[in-house]
């Protein structure tokens, strides 16, 4: 268990729905990650957000948004689904900006 | 930018032989590098990482990679695989001046077979 947890665990919804993933990051960590896992794609790297504020995109669609809240959780919200939303979305968290990121058990996302 | 090759989609092993797994990386600054593990139906797990020093890294479970600047590699070794080491393992790379995200290799599975 790292520590990190991830909320739902399942989630299965329809094209052009939006819905929300959520992460509490371990106990003292101000960092914290987005990852979406497909077949297609592998692992990429979709948002980093340190203390509230974002540091880095990566390869995040417009439809999708996050933010970390000031008790350091962070929301991922995807909208307009498509087809081929549907994959593992990770949250990591971090101590801070260089320490190494513990991973949350994921959660599926199926768009039917 | 960064690129991270892993050459084996699938390596198959016997129980109690050795295995390697291999990683390449491309950056165009210095990285940092990791390996994960990702059991079925779980999150991922590091294994170990190389941030400076020693180019032989000890990670768990009785996992070390070791460091090649010149022929850019991080590869995995184990002298003695497990069934229960029998997962999805992804080499990763971070760039050391900013700390930020990580680039993630296509991932090898390793399938240990009694």
């Known amino acids: 268990d790292s520590g990190v947890t991830q909320t739902p665990k399942h989630l299965i919804t329809a094209t052009g729905q939006r819905v929300t993933l959520r992460c509490s990051p371990r106990s003292g960590d101000l960092s914290v990650y987005w990852y979406q896992q497909s077949l297609d794609q592998g692992l990429q790297f979709l948002i980093h957000y340190y203390n509230g504020e974002e540091r880095a995109k990566g390869n995040i669609l417009e439809r999708f948004s996050a933010q970390q809240f000031p008790d350091l959780h962070s929301e991922l919200n995807l909208s307009s689904l498509e087809l081929g939303d549907s994959a593992l979305y990770f949250c990591a968290s971090s101590v801070d900006r260089v320490d190494t990121q513990y991973f949350g058990p994921g959660t599926r996302l199926t768009v039917l | ?114």
């Not at chain 2, 090759?5 to 210095?30: G, K």
């Not at chain 2, 180019?55 to 069934?83: C, D, M, W, Y």
């Open chain 2, 1 to 114: 930018a960064q690129s991270v090759t892993q050459l084996d989609s699938q390596v198959p092993v016997f129980e109690e032989a050795p295995v390697e797994l291999r990683c390449n990386y491309s950056s165009s600054v210095s990285v940092y590098l990791f390996w994960y593990v990702q059991y079925p139906n779980q999150g991922l797990q590091l294994l170990l990482k190389y941030l400076s020093g020693s180019t032989l890294v000890k990670g768990i479970n009785g996992f070390e990679a070791e460091f090649n600047k010149s022929q850019t590699s991080f590869h995995l070794r184990k002298p003695s695989v497990h069934i229960s080491d029998t997962a999805e393992y992804f080499c990763a790379t971070e760039p050391n001046n900013a700390g930020n995200m990580l680039t993630f290799g296509g991932g090898t599975r390793l399938m240990v077979k009694p």
